[in-house]
């Protein structure tokens, strides 16, 4: 699943009359690296979520023949955050485990690495897997602490960032009601607490495109690699 529904506030006014993930960074929308980096590790059935200029995400990437996937997609009246837009999206997903990305970030992830994760991932086990970066500046005090072990912890040092990319068990959010605005980190903090979380380091590239600076930095840079 990738998660294009927000609203992208800080990024305005590009995101006035263009979804934050159809920003186009190296010559392409955000979303299609996703799209891209998902096909090659063999997802092919993918979840969309939209609430905030939905139809012009719809308009630009289809069914998802023209980028080898098929697309579902999890239209939301107003932005349920996180969590209660995976909630929402629960039938399309099915009953196995998932991966989730959110789509206003860049990471050069091999998401081969958490399809493997959410195989391992049940009901009554571990119920997440998620990937952490190095805090970047904005965001120096990270979020969560990761074990020698695997483990995921919401106390303690040395923190980690949440890249915005994990493997979830549907179980995760079986309490939460439907069309219901519902966030991500209380979820997970409280299966850390019961030591249902596991994760991994990711030291590539990654980057939270929150701004419009952010954007043209991470452009410049994937022309540079391009050319």
């Known amino acids: 699943m990738i998660l294009a529904a927000g609203r992208g506030e800080r990024m305005r006014p590009l995101t006035d009359h263009t979804p934050k993930p159809l920003l186009e960074a190296g010559g392409k929308p955000l979303i299609v690296w996703h799209i891209?980096?998902?096909r090659g590790a063999g997802f092919t059935e993918l979840v969309i979520n939209h609430a905030h200029l939905g139809h012009r995400l719809e308009e630009a990437l289809?069914?998802?023949?023209?980028?080898g996937v098929r697309i579902a997609w999890s239209p939301e009246a107003a932005a349920l955050e996180t969590a209660g837009g995976i909630?929402?999206?629960?039938?399309?997903?099915?009953?196995?485990?998932?991966?989730?990305?959110?789509g206003d970030v860049f990471c050069d992830a091999d998401f081969t690495a958490l399809?493997?994760?959410?195989?391992?991932?049940?009901?009554?086990?571990?119920?997440?897997?998620?990937?952490?970066?190095?805090?970047?500046e904005h965001h120096p005090e990270g979020d969560f602490r990761l074990d020698p072990d695997g483990l995921v912890h919401a106390d303690g040092q040395p923190r980690l960032t949440?890249?915005?990319?994990?493997?979830?068990?549907?179980?995760?959010?079986?309490d939460l009601a439907d069309n219901t605005p519902a966030k991500l980190a209380p979820l997970l903090r409280a299966a850390m607490?019961?030591?249902?979380?596991g994760g991994q380091h990711?030291?590539?590239r990654?980057?939270?495109v929150g701004t419009p600076q952010r954007l043209v930095e991470l452009d410049r840079e994937l022309q540079r690699g391009q050319g």
């Open 115 to 136: 399809r493997s994760a959410a195989q391992d991932l049940e009901a009554d086990g571990p119920l997440a897997h998620l990937l952490l970066v190095d805090n970047p």
């Open 62 to 67: 289809g069914d998802g023949a023209a980028l």
């Open 202 to 204: 990711h030291a590539g």
């Open 87 to 102: 909630r929402h999206a629960l039938p399309l997903l099915g009953g196995a485990p998932f991966v989730v990305v959110n």
């Open 36 to 38: 891209e980096r998902l």
């Open 206 to 208: 990654w980057i939270d």
């Open 193 to 197: 607490n019961a030591g249902q979380v």
């Open 162 to 174: 949440f890249s915005g990319l994990g493997a979830y068990h549907p179980a995760l959010f079986a």
